[in-house]
């Protein structure tokens, strides 16, 4: 990562039950802002996908997604300069 890339935020998604992350996700990106890195960790098995069909047309950057290990899904994700707020 860059160090544009090094998250400011964290949003701890793990134990809640799909589609719990993805909504709270949602929630959450209203008070995002443009040049914020956010780090998001999930363990739920359909996070991932669920996160993808969700950031269509949100004009986010994703810097990274991983599987560190025991079934934690980690995003971390960028809000571009000139983005306005994110709406649920």
Same mark, same amino acid.
């Not at 799909?18 to 929630?27: D, M």
């Not at 995002?32 to 960790?41: K, S």
């Not at 004009?59 to 290990?69: Q, T």
């Given at each position: 990562m860059t160090p544009a890339?090094? &998250?400011? %935020?964290? $949003?701890?998604?793990r134990g809640l039950p799909?589609?719990? &992350?993805? %909504?709270? $996700?949602?929630?959450a990106a209203a008070d995002?802002?443009?040049?914020?890195?956010?780090?998001?960790?999930a363990d739920d098995d359909r996070f991932a996908s669920d996160f993808l069909r969700w950031c269509v047309g949100c004009?986010?950057?994703?810097?990274?997604?991983?599987?560190?290990?025991n079934g934690v899904t980690e995003l971390t994700l960028h809000?571009?300069?000139?983005v306005q707020a994110l709406r649920a």
């Open positions: 890339t090094v &998250p400011n %935020l964290t $949003l701890d998604l799909n589609p719990e &992350p993805i %909504l709270s $996700l949602a929630v995002w802002r443009a040049g914020d890195t956010i780090c998001v960790l004009d986010l950057d994703l810097v990274s997604l991983r599987y560190p290990s809000v571009p300069r000139g």
